[in-house]
């Protein structure tokens, strides 16, 4: 049916692109995770320092060079919020009752900003997903559009953005980045060496290096306009990528 059919030509358009669909997965899925762990750290230490500011209690002050081994471990455990906040819901039924004072207060504070920490965790991951995901259907629509060599004018500007960046544009589909064979006839002035006969071929420097010309008829052994010498000019092409049906 219509739905194989759309299946088996999804499956044939990401083999041929499978290395640009793996690192557009990849990178993005590496740079949501940790742009979401620091965000999440840095929501459980503000937790920390708003829980002191309430108990009047200053922890980070008087640990001093400890820490960084305070940090280090609650940012670990924050990486697990479901083994995070098991830890705090067991400590907090063991030790329920049994603390008072300073003592309580230091649990609050070190709980809360736990709780905080292993929470944003939840939300941030479940946004990073949607991003990355939002990132692969991108890339699968613009893989598309490429193949069949078309685009959408209202995207024009999105199309400019990525032709500059990565150097890719559904609207030059099939040609390759490099530059262009093509030659542009010029007109040398060339001093013909003794003993060359007319039909000979002499190298001269040219633009762009040594080329080949042949010497006309009539020509005497002086400086004499040769024309038509094929001298190589470079062609600027827009940076494209290869693409086309599989």
């Not at 049994?98 to 230091?106: F, K, P, S, T």
């Not at 544009?169 to 040609?175: D, L, T």
């Not at 064979?181 to 060359?196: D, I, N, R």
């Not at 000979?200 to 420097?205: D, G, H, K, Y």
Request: net charge negative; charged share 10%.
């Amino acid at each position: 049916g219509d739905f194989c059919s759309s299946a088996q030509k999804t499956v044939n358009l990401l083999k041929t692109r499978l290395g640009e669909a793996v690192l557009t997965d990849f990178i993005g899925s590496r740079v949501m995770s940790w742009i979401t762990y620091v965000l999440c750290v840095g929501v459980m230490f503000s937790a920390f320092a708003w829980a002191e500011s309430l108990h009047d209690i200053g922890i980070i002050a008087e640990l001093g060079m400890f820490n960084l081994v305070l940090m280090l471990f609650m940012s670990a455990l924050i990486a697990s919020p479901f083994l995070c906040m098991a830890v705090i819901v067991l400590l907090e039924d063991f030790f329920a009752g049994n603390y008072l004072g300073d003592a309580r207060a230091i649990f609050n504070i070190v709980f809360a900003a736990l709780f905080m920490g292993a929470v944003s965790v939840f939300i941030m991951k479940f946004v990073s997903l949607v991003v990355v995901d939002t990132m692969n259907v991108i890339f699968f629509c613009f893989a598309v559009e490429a193949d069949n060599g078309k685009k959408q004018e209202r995207f024009s500007d999105l199309y400019d953005t990525i032709k500059t960046v990565v150097g890719t544009s559904p609207a030059n589909a099939g040609v390759v980045l490099g530059t262009s064979p093509a030659t542009a006839t010029a007109t040398l002035q060339v001093a013909v060496p003794e003993g060359v006969a007319p039909g000979s071929t002499v190298e001269t420097p040219g633009p762009n290096g040594p080329v080949q010309v042949t010497v006309p008829a009539g020509a005497a052994a002086a400086t004499h306009p040769i024309g038509g010498a094929a001298a190589p000019a470079p062609v600027t092409e827009p940076a494209v990528a290869v693409v086309g049906n599989p």
